[in-house]
């Protein structure tokens, strides 16, 4: 892959910064769906280049598992580890509300402490929660790229996404926090496996399919519909169907435009998705 075709993908993730700081500094009331946009794109993109990373791993001449998934834990730690424990200490020292849960954030389970809690508490280190999520990926998803036969890849792929689609029946029937439905692994993991299977389809020469690229447009209109239709106190029963299409509708549309930007953008869009504030974020 070109380094034209990774700088838009880094535009891509800046795009992902820039809406989920709107949300939390300055959407009204503090918070937006367009914060929740932005956390789903940085999956799928983190989906795809993990996954894109790991089979250019397993593609070398001198390829052998175990050197490449140390070499793999080890690099994510380099790069992770000193400024996220760095975080953690300044806030052990600066929030008292913060430290009984630094535990579970050193552990890299925020998403679970916050769905235990049911509650936000500490503000101050909410946003560790998608992290929690990627650092839960990143533990699992290599030992299955690496060590699962080529063949399986893209149907384990699709398994991954197809459970994730089917947690979200589970809960018109549970009486759990809802905090949990959205920050368990689970609830992201469609989002993560529809990057991870775009990797798995490219690097055996194919791309997204083509209903796909044709629909996305439509999906997407659907999403603003239904992100913009309040259920209120007296439609209840479509506040799960809801909450289970805003989730669901953006994927094809954000995974369309992630295999668009890995390809390479031409023309206006091309220098678009190249500009410097994007990739500085």
Not at 19 to 26: N, W
Not at 252 to 270: E, F, K, Q
Request: proline letters at 7%; aromatic letters at 14%.
């Amino acid at each position: 892959m070109t380094n034209a075709r990774d700088i838009q993908l880094d535009a891509l993730r800046g795009v992902a910064v820039m809406l989920v700081l709107y949300s939390h500094f300055l959407a009204p009331g503090g918070s937006s769906f367009v914060g929740h946009l932005g956390v789903r794109l940085f999956f799928v993109l983190s989906g795809f280049l993990i996954t894109r990373l790991l089979l250019d791993a397993r593609d070398t001449s001198a390829f052998a598992s175990g050197p490449a998934l140390r070499s793999f834990y080890a690099r994510r730690m380099l790069r992770i580890f000193p400024p996220y424990f760095a975080v953690l200490a300044l806030a052990w020292l600066a929030s008292e509300q913060s430290r009984p849960s630094l535990a579970w954030h050193a552990l890299y389970l925020s998403n679970f402490w916050y769905a235990r809690q049911n509650d936000w508490t500490p503000w101050l280190l909410c946003h560790f929660w998608s992290l929690s999520i990627e650092e839960q990926f990143y533990l699992a998803w290599p030992l299955i790229v690496l060590l699962a036969p080529r063949r399986r890849i893209e149907a384990i792929a699709i398994g991954v996404i197809a459970f994730s689609l089917a947690y979200r029946f589970y809960w018109p029937i549970a009486a759990n926090p809802a905090l949990a439905r959205d920050l368990l692994p689970p609830a992201s993991m469609d989002a993560l496996g529809c990057g991870a299977l775009l990797a798995v389809r490219r690097a055996r020469g194919a791309d997204a399919p083509q209903w796909m690229r044709l629909c996305w447009p439509a999906l997407a209109v659907a999403f603003l519909f239904v992100v913009h239709s309040d259920p209120g106190t007296a439609n209840s029963a479509w506040e799960w169907p809801r909450w289970a299409l805003v989730q669901v509708l953006p994927l094809v549309p954000m995974l369309a435009i992630v295999a668009a930007c890995s390809n390479g953008l031409r023309g206006t869009m091309g220098r678009v998705a190249e500009l410097p504030p994007l990739l500085w974020l």
